[in-house]
């Protein structure tokens, strides 16, 4: 009996060593990952790019110009609101990426073109798993008149699937230090749906499995 009894104490501490090893881990990679989303969305690029097209529409198009302002403020405003969620409804998410959408709108025209599909809202997303899946595709694709970057933001069940048309830049431009990978890891914490990255070198398609609380 005094034998069993060890046994199962140590096994019982064990168990507990081994959760509380994986708590540990899981707050680290929150916390870079939260690192790494912020330090994305801070981004000298897009504010460069995006301060370009607000001081091109002020003496054109004041009117224009104040609601681009407005929604580039709206959108910092929901990076330092929701940057310690650790998730959000499929709602909310939707949102920002329209908002971000608005934003590289007024730079690309109809060089971008962002198809949203999502009837069933239910369930939740990473924060800026969308808008940080469409920075990824302008990034590393040819985003042009003749060669248009479409976009398809589609629920399939309990994935919401982000696609776009392959169109390789020859030179890409620097990494923001957000990787699908880092992203990938997060979900896997999350849900028992295999987050998945698909490239058939025509189009690339990244599923995201809905996180259900």
Partial sequence: MALLAGTIAITIIRMRERRIEKEASLKNLIAEYRYDLLASQINPHFLFN??????????????KAGEFLETLSDFYREIVQIKDTDNIPIEKEI????RYYYLLKQRFG????????????KGFLIPFTLQLLLENAVKHNIVSTSKPLNVLVKRQ??????????????????????GLSSLKERYQQYSPNK????????YFEVRIPIIHK
């Avoid at 109809?110 to 809202?121: F, Q, R, T």
């Avoid at 987050?195 to 025509?202: A, K, Q, S």
Wanted: glycine fraction near 4%; hydrophobic fraction near 45%.
């Fill in 95 to 98: 949102f920002i990426l329209e």
């Fill in 157 to 178: 069940g309990d994935f919401i699937c982000v696609k776009n048309n392959i169109q390789t830049k020859f030179s890409s431009s620097e990494s923001t230090g957000f």
């Fill in 110 to 121: 109809n060089a971008l073109l962002v198809s949203i599909e999502i009837p069933d809202m």
């Fill in 50 to 63: 995006s301060f370009n097209v607000l001081a091109a529409l002020i003496p054109k198009e004041p009117a």
């Fill in 195 to 202: 987050f998945e990255i698909l490239n058939d070198n025509h």
